[in-house]
Every structure is written in C-alpha cells, then in structure tokens.
C-alpha cells in the first residue's frame, strides 16, 4: 500500500536536508494519511481548496509543498478550517501552524 505522507521540517536546517533528501525522522513532524483517509479528503474537495488558496497542485501521485509564510496564513485562515475541524484536518491544521511558527514549510508526498 502507498503511503501519504504530509511533513513539517522542525527548522531551517530540517528543511535543507529534506530538500537535499538527508532528512531524518527526528528532523520531521510527520502525518501519515490512509488510502481511505486520503480518498475521502479528496472527495470533500479538500485538497483543491488548498490547491486554488495556495496556487499549488497537490493530487495523487504528485510531490508537492508550500513554504511561502504567506500561503501558509492563506490556507490557515481560509474557510477550510473554519469549523468544526477534527480527526485529520485538525491535525493537518496543526502542521500548518507549526509550518508557520518554525519558518519552514508544508510537503506534501503523495
């Protein structure tokens, strides 16, 4: 089974070494979604409000990030996690604060 997997590098030098492909655990902040995790975040649309918010193309089978502090604050204060955020999308709006706090960014590999 195919992993998706959504990072925060922990720091500046964290984000180097992923760029770089050097990265390790301990360097990460690291959110594994399910295959049906993944579809069901798909159907709801939630990844092509991110998409549309952010100007980014995250989809299956694609690597993708958004690192501009800017975006990050986009996505953040967007509608997408404006009530009623559990399970997943709460913790996928956790990494977004950590992304922005830290100074790094959002990967996601799926």
Known sequence: MERKIILVP???AAQIALDHDTATPSQLMELSLSQTEFKELIRTGFFDLINHIA???IDDYEDE???EKEKLEKVLQSALFATNVTGKVAQIKSLFEAAISRGT???FYF
Do not use: P, T
């Open 10 to 12: 922990k720091d500046k």
């Open 55 to 57: 100007g980014v193309n």
């Open 65 to 67: 990030c958004i690192e």
């Open 105 to 107: 960014g959002v990967y």
